[in-house]
């Protein structure tokens, strides 16, 4: 898969590069360049733009390098800073992010690059299929294809939401601005300004999108298809999205449908290999981004790694720009899942250039613990040699995610047993245990309401730590003022809560270039 994107890249590379001229008066059409006219012409050409979808949310903008530990790291306080002479990233720690900040600004085009592709590969493929001599087979592969661009465009606007909604979509009806829905290729410029969409409205759209996948999409892949997002994978993000949504009963249902599907968690030694590229798809995964090292490229020119590892990497062993917040590690306490996700300083080994090193503090600053991130970085080998980049797959969504989840939403239905069973199983496991069988020593017992939801709250952070969860969490709970406030610095400053935080900035860009564009309130 990885190699089709590359060679999409490289075909219109070709196809640009072969352009040659023509007499204005003949009105000759150029059959060496690129376009929808000439491109969409058969299966093979239908499947290379559909990798491009798949591609455009692990590129460097996004969970490529950018996303997790500038954005919702920073936002979240997942981490704090090492290297601090980055304004954008400074301002996503302090919670003082700018209509002009960069990475919004990256963030912003990043998702709608992805919707665009997907867009344009939905009409497109409608284009193909209105051709007399198309297979029935190829008749059926291109309605699983578009199951594939639907749960994508889903997958981005169920980002854009979260990140640029004013409102949740239980507040005021969900009538609060989101984002623009751009659900088609533009004909002309003017087109492009679109107004922003009610936040209902917009989930309404992911809605849609993802029942329509669900229905597209086999029950699994195997082979070179693995990647790819099945209907197992729309099922479970529709139950997220119906939890955002508060609808419990349509999230309870199709909760229901993936914890009696074919996934278990994986037993604890298996556990770390979730993060660092030795246990990928496992019976846990749900979706994950696929990757792996390229050696010929880097991530910056379309490699098939990531940068992730190189900005997180523990200190002394790559770019080494961020590490795990002080409270964070305190937090934890003695959970054994600590040591799944960081590194101690002075009693951890790590590979560097030169072999195996002790681990040093990651800063130098008086009292400063200065762990490292431990999920996502290399165990084995350097960065520095796999060409700068890393292969381990990127986990969106994993059983342990969908039983916490699926947790909250029992609680809120008054199932605190069951909810509580959930919440145990993924406990159990953390500590080394079955998780099916009840453990007095872990599971938490008898408690009910509040303190269970509060309690199942902390299991994400401790479970989910630094896989991109947490502000989300923080978002939809509208808890971030309360749990902010326990991070009152960052390396870079202070710590400033202000309600507009709870969503970013329309790029100030868009605001000028699109007249039907308004900010959001606050900025």
């Given amino acids: 898969m990885k190699t089709y994107i590359r060679n999409f890249i490289v075909l219109l590379a070709l196809g640009l590069s072969q352009v040659q001229c023509s007499d204005d008066f003949l009105e000759v059409a150029n059959p060496n360049e690129i376009?929808?006219?000439?491109?969409?012409?058969?299966?093979?050409?239908?499947?290379?733009s559909l990798n491009s979808v798949y591609s455009a949310h692990a590129d460097f903008e996004l969970y490529g390098a950018d996303l997790l530990p500038f954005g919702l790291y920073g936002m979240a306080k997942i981490g704090d800073q090492e290297f601090i002479n980055?304004?954008?990233?400074?301002?996503f720690y302090q919670n003082e992010v700018t209509t002009n900040n960069a990475l919004v600004r990256n963030y912003w085009r990043s998702f709608y690059r992805g919707i665009g592709r997907a867009n344009d590969f939905l009409t497109q493929s409608e284009t193909f299929l209105e051709a007399e001599d198309v297979l029935p087979e190829e008749r059926s592969r291109v309605a699983v294809m578009q199951g594939e661009a639907l749960f994508y465009r889903a997958l981005n606007y169920f980002h854009l939401v979260r990140l640029?909604?004013?409102?949740?979509?239980?507040?005021?009806?969900?009538?609060?601005?989101?984002v623009p829905l751009v659900l088609e290729i533009a004909p002309s410029r003017e087109d492009t300004n679109l107004s922003r969409a009610a936040v209902s409205d917009v989930y309404a759209q992911i809605i849609q999108d993802l029942q329509a996948a669900e229905v597209a999409l086999p029950?699994?892949?195997?082979?070179?298809n693995v990647a790819r997002a099945d209907a197992f994978a729309a099922k479970a993000l529709l139950g997220q999205v119906y939890t955002y949504n508060e609808n419990y009963t349509?999230?309870?249902?199709?909760?229901?449908e993936v914890v009696e599907g074919p996934f278990s968690l994986v037993a604890f030694e298996e556990y770390q290999?979730?993060?660092?590229?030795?246990?990928?798809?496992?019976?846990?995964?749900?979706?994950?981004?696929?990757?792996?090292?390229?050696?010929?490229?880097?991530?910056?020119?379309?490699?098939?790694g990531h940068n992730t590892a190189l900005i997180l990497a523990p200190s002394g062993t790559g770019w080494s720009n961020n590490y795990p917040h002080d409270v964070n590690v305190r937090r934890f306490?003695?959970?054994?899942?600590?040591?799944?996700?960081?590194?101690?300083?002075?009693?951890d080994s790590v590979p560097a250039r030169e072999g195996l090193i002790l681990l040093p503090r990651y800063v130098p600053d008086e009292g400063a613990l200065g762990w490292s991130f431990k999920k996502y970085v290399p165990n084995k080998t350097s960065i520095f040699q796999t060409n700068r980049n890393f292969g381990a797959n990127i986990n969106i969504i994993r059983l342990a995610d969908v039983y916490l989840m699926y947790a909250e939403v029992l609680n809120a239905q008054g199932s605190d047993a069951e909810a509580a069973e959930f919440m145990n199983k993924v406990r159990r496991r953390a500590y080394g245990g079955d998780p099916q069988t009840p453990n007095p020593a872990v599971d938490y017992v008898g408690i009910i309401g509040t303190q269970l939801r509060d309690s199942i709250r902390e299991e994400r952070f401790r479970e989910l730590f630094a896989e991109g969860h947490r502000w989300y969490d923080l978002q939809r709970w509208r808890i971030a003022e309360t749990e902010l406030a326990k991070y009152p610095t960052t390396r870079s400053g202070p710590v400033i809560f202000d309600p507009k935080d709870?969503?970013?900035?329309?790029?100030q860009g868009e605001v000028d270039q699109n007249t039907n564009m308004i900010q959001s309130t606050g900025y």
């Avoid at 980055?86 to 301002?91: I, L």
């Avoid at 640029?164 to 989101?178: M, N, S």
């Avoid at 306490?333 to 009693?347: A, C, K, Q, T």
């Fill in 35 to 48: 376009d929808a006219t000439n491109f969409f012409q058969n299966l093979n050409q239908l499947e290379l």
């Fill in 86 to 91: 980055s304004q954008p990233r400074n301002e």
């Fill in 164 to 178: 640029w909604g004013v409102g949740r979509p239980v507040d005021d009806g969900g009538q609060a601005l989101a």
């Fill in 219 to 224: 029950d699994e892949w195997s082979g070179e």
């Fill in 250 to 256: 349509q999230a309870a249902q199709k909760f229901e």
């Fill in 273 to 304: 290999g979730l993060f660092n590229g030795e246990n990928e798809f496992s019976s846990e995964s749900l979706f994950e981004l696929n990757y792996s090292v390229d050696m010929e490229e880097t991530t910056w020119v379309g490699g098939t």
């Fill in 333 to 347: 306490g003695e959970d054994p899942r600590l040591r799944i996700s960081m590194y101690e300083p002075g009693v």
């Fill in 502 to 507: 709870y969503y970013l900035p329309i790029p």
